[in-house]
C-alpha cells in the first residue's frame, strides 16, 4: 500500500529488522520487503528511468528504513524532569532537551505546554518552542512563576512536551513514555509567616469577641434581674404584722412598699433557699 504501511508492518513482525518497498513504476505491483539483516546491499540502485516510481523520474522507487519502534535510542532526554521555585532561586529554574540519536530526516520539534496550572499563578516558557536537528545541539528551558510572591501556599504545576516529528520514532517512543516535568512552586517565607501572624491575631481576636460576648450578656442579665430586687428596709409591717396566709414552707404578711400595700412572702426557718431573698408581689 505504501512504504509507511510496509514499515508499521515490519514493526509488528518478530524478526523484523529492516524493510524495503519495491514501488517502482514497471512493477504490476508494489512489494514489501522484511528483512532480518541490516538491509545491506551489494548492487547500487540508481539514476535508471525504470527505477523511479513514475515515468517523470519525481518519485522513488524503492524506500528502505528500520521500522521507528525498534530505534530504541530516538528519544528525548529531559534533565532534570522535576523543577523547585522558590524564594532562594527568584522562582525561576531551567531544564534541558537534547535527543538520544539523529533524526533520519527532518527536525524533532519539542513544545512545552502546561497541563495543571492555577489561576492566581502564571508560567512563563522560554523559549516557548524547541527545534532540534540532531543529537549534538542541547537546549536550555527556563520557566518561571510570575506573581510567586503573592502565593499563600504550595502549587504544584505539570508541564507536558507535545513531541513533532518528520522521524516517526521519536514520536512513537515519546507518546509511549510521555515526557512531562514537574514544577514544584514555593511560596515567599515572608508570606507564609504573614498569612500564620494573620491567622494567630483572627483565633486572638475571635476569643476576645467570645469574652465580649460573654461579659455583656451576663451584665445584661443583672440589670434585668436588678429591676426585680428591692431594699428590705423600704418595706414596713405592722405592729404586730397582719398574716395573710400560711403555707407549709412560711407566711404570706402585709406590708407597705412605698406608700403601696403589698404582700410578702416570709420563708420558715429550715426552708430557706440558698440565698435568703425577699420577694413582693
Not at 15 to 29: L, V
Request: hydrophobic share 40%.
Amino acid at each position: 500500500k505504501s512504504p509507511e504501511a510496509c514499515s508499521e508492518y515490519c514493526q509488528l513482525m518478530s524478526g523484523c529488522n529492516y524493510f524495503s518497498y519495491d514501488q517502482r513504476w514497471k512493477e504490476a505491483e508494489h512489494t514489501c520487503f522484511m528483512l532480518e539483516d541490516t538491509g545491506e546491499r551489494q548492487d547500487y540502485i540508481c539514476c535508471d528511468p525504470d527505477d523511479y516510481g513514475d515515468v517523470d523520474m519525481l518519485t522513488p522507487g524503492w524506500t528502505s528504513g528500520i521500522p521507528p519502534e525498534s530505534r530504541k535510542d530516538a528519544v528525548i532526554f529531559v534533565e532534570p524532569r522535576e523543577l523547585s521555585l522558590n524564594e532562594d532561586n527568584g522562582h525561576v529554574e531551567v531544564f534541558e532537551l537534547h535527543l538520544g540519536a539523529n533524526p533520519l530526516r527532518g527536525s524533532v520539534v519539542i513544545t512545552p505546554t502546561l497541563n495543571m496550572a492555577r489561576a492566581d499563578l502564571e508560567i512563563t516558557i522560554t523559549p516557548p518552542r524547541v527545534v532540534l536537528y540532531d543529537n549534538n545541539t542541547k537546549v536550555v528551558v527556563t520557566v518561571a512563576a510570575v506573581g510567586a510572591d503573592a502565593i499563600s501556599d504550595d502549587a504544584v504545576i505539570i508541564l507536558d512536551l507535545d513531541i513533532a516529528a518528520c522521524d516517526s520514532a521519536f514520536t512513537i517512543i515519546a507518546s509511549a513514555t510521555k515526557a512531562s516535568v514537574y514544577i514544584d512552586v514555593s511560596p515567599n517565607a515572608s508570606i507564609s509567616q504573614t498569612s500564620v501572624i494573620l491567622l494567630s491575631v483572627i483565633s486572638v481576636l475571635s476569643v476576645i469577641a467570645g469574652v465580649a460576648v460573654s461579659w455583656t450578656n451576663s451584665w445584661r442579665k443583672k440589670r434585668d434581674d436588678s429591676a426585680w430586687m428591692i431594699d428590705s428596709s423600704d418595706l414596713t409591717y405592722s405592729t404586730p404584722p397582719v398574716v395573710l396566709g400560711s403555707g407549709t414552707f412560711g407566711h404570706v404578711l402585709l406590708a407597705t412598699y412605698r406608700g403601696t400595700n403589698v404582700a410578702v412572702k416570709r420563708v420558715l426557718p429550715g426552708h430557706s433557699t440558698s440565698s435568703d431573698i425577699t420577694k413582693s408581689t
